[in-house]
């Protein structure tokens, strides 16, 4: 009976194209200024500070740890100079996206600030082991890492009208986990990231195992370590028992069963997740 449900809950979001976001309207402007023959970091900054926002996140974030240098950059040109426009823009949609993960209802809104604040979390995690691997760029791993959950806020509006589903966690947990690939997909290729569709469809498939190991794999890894301390975690499988974990070259295994790596850049991640949350 329930997953008749979560069938006709994926209908009415099909049938109401509003219930699906639309890409952030500055972020399809630096995309326009990133594909013109011309486009160059004055032509970034200029429509990064429109956006008092975005604007603070783009310094902070270009005199963070990660591009530390003894000159930091004094606006946001030298900002955009210095993490490059590709880089930037993806930054940017990264923040800019947050406005998905909102609603006018208080429950639901609670529900959502709980699915932004673990896709922040995956967000910057994917993006610190992208570094560790060859054909992943980080800032493509960031933003797979907060698409893979971009179809959540569309569901919990949803289920507003479902409040036998909304208002019981495993009812609701399971309706996500069931609906939560179809829909960000349909976002993913609204957006026209196709790229993406991949990672969204594979969201919690651990046993995932493409000839091609990408983002979609990155990001499961990703997953796991951000998942910790939350109920999801108990889901997750070990990371040895995971494909992708044997396939990406991510370093070694602490006695907990995480990533070395991610021990050492606990600072790093911290402060990362910090600007993309404030």
């Given at each position: 009976?329930?997953?008749?449900?979560?069938?006709?809950?994926?209908?009415?979001?099909?049938?109401?194209?509003?219930?699906?976001?639309?890409?952030?309207?500055?972020?399809?402007?630096?995309?326009?200024?990133?594909?013109?023959?011309?486009?160059?970091?004055?032509?970034?900054?200029k429509i990064?500070?429109?956006?008092?926002?975005?604007?603070?996140?783009?310094?902070?974030?270009?005199r963070?740890?990660?591009?530390?240098t003894?000159?930091?950059p004094?606006?946001?040109?030298?900002?955009?100079a210095?993490?490059?426009?590709r880089?930037?823009?993806?930054l940017?949609l990264?923040?800019?996206?947050?406005?998905?993960?909102r609603?006018?209802?208080?429950?639901?809104?609670g529900?959502?600030?709980?699915?932004?604040?673990?896709?922040?979390?995956v967000?910057?995690?994917?993006?610190?082991?992208?570094?560790?691997t060859?054909g992943?760029?980080?800032s493509?791993?960031?933003?797979a890492?907060?698409?893979?959950?971009?179809?959540?806020?569309s569901?919990l509006?949803?289920?507003?009208?479902?409040p036998?589903i909304l208002?019981?966690?495993?009812n609701?947990?399971?309706?996500?986990?069931?609906?939560?690939?179809?829909?960000g997909?349909?976002?993913?290729k609204?957006?026209?990231?196709?790229v993406?569709?991949?990672?969204?469809?594979?969201r919690?498939?651990?046993?995932?195992?493409n000839?091609?190991?990408?983002?979609?794999?990155?990001?499961?890894?990703?997953?796991v370590?951000?998942?910790?301390?939350?109920?999801?975690?108990?889901?997750c499988?070990?990371?040895?028992?995971?494909?992708?974990?044997?396939?990406?070259?991510?370093?070694?295994?602490?006695?907990?069963?995480?990533?070395?790596?991610?021990?050492?850049s606990?600072?790093?991640l911290?402060?990362?997740?910090?600007?993309?949350?404030?």
């Open positions: 009976m329930m997953q008749e449900e979560y069938g006709e809950i994926f209908q009415k979001i099909c049938r109401n194209k509003s219930l699906l976001p639309a890409i952030p309207d500055t972020g399809l402007k630096i995309l326009s200024a990133l594909n013109h023959p011309s486009g160059n970091a004055k032509m970034f900054a990064i500070e429109s956006d008092m926002g975005l604007s603070g996140f783009i310094l902070k974030t270009s963070s740890l990660r591009y530390l003894r000159v930091p004094k606006g946001v040109e030298q900002a955009v210095r993490m490059g426009l880089e930037t823009y993806h940017s990264t923040f800019l996206s947050r406005s998905v993960f609603s006018s209802s208080k429950l639901i809104e529900y959502i600030k709980e699915a932004y604040k673990l896709s922040t979390k967000a910057v995690i994917s993006y610190f082991l992208a570094e560790k060859n992943v760029a980080p493509d791993a960031m933003l890492g907060l698409f893979q959950d971009i179809g959540v806020p569901i509006a949803t289920l507003e009208a479902y036998n208002q019981n966690d495993q609701r947990k399971e309706c996500v986990d069931m609906l939560s690939p179809k829909v997909a349909m976002i993913m609204q957006w026209g990231f196709d993406m569709v991949d990672v969204v469809k594979n919690k498939n651990w046993l995932l195992d000839k091609q190991t990408g983002l979609a794999e990155l990001v499961l890894i990703a997953r370590h951000a998942a910790i301390g939350t109920p999801e975690f108990r889901e499988p070990p990371l040895f028992k995971i494909p992708a974990f044997h396939k990406l070259n991510l370093g070694e295994l602490g006695p907990d069963n995480t990533l070395k790596t991610l021990s050492e606990k600072e790093e911290a402060e990362m997740e910090r600007l993309l949350a404030a």
